[in-house]
Nanobody, 123 residues
Framework: VQLQASGGGSVQPGGSLRLSCATS????????IGWFRQAPGKEREPVSC????????NYADSVKGRFTISRDRAKNTVYLQMNNLTPEDTAVYYC?????????????????WGQGTLVTVSS
């Protein structure tokens, strides 16, 4: 089981980025995927998750209306489209696979983690 996050970078406030989480070794039909982020000096926090198969998506209040999580099952890849970015979105973003089919915000339910990708929002 492997997850590889990519797509981070530096953008100005109001800009957009799309993060990708390429997965291998398991099927997105059976396990939820979550995106988390960790800013310097802060704890890792949930951003969004997508449940297995055609299950629901969830978002942290801080990103609702700006971020969209999606899945390409043919590519075994989960995306996080981030629009209208603000400096408060600056963090290392991680994707992770849950032990369950239903996604949730608890870090403990995610057993496999990819390496992080850095997102910096600054003018």
């Amino acid at each position: 089981v492997q997850l590889q996050a990519s797509g981070g970078g530096s953008v100005q406030p109001g800009g957009s980025l799309r993060l990708s989480c390429a997965t291998s070794g398991f099927s997105l039909d059976y396990y939820a995927i979550g995106w988390f982020r960790q800013a310097p000096g802060k704890e890792r926090e949930p951003v969004s998750c997508i449940s297995a198969a055609d299950g629901p998506t969830n978002y942290a209040d801080s990103v609702k209306g700006r971020f969209t999580i999606s899945r390409d099952r043919a590519k075994n890849t989960v995306y996080l489209q981030m629009n209208n970015l603000t400096p408060e979105d600056t963090a290392v973003y991680y994707c992770a696979a849950s032990r369950y089919a239903s996604g949730g915000p608890q870090v403990g339910q995610y057993t496999k983690w990819g390496q992080g990708t850095l997102v910096t929002v600054s003018s």
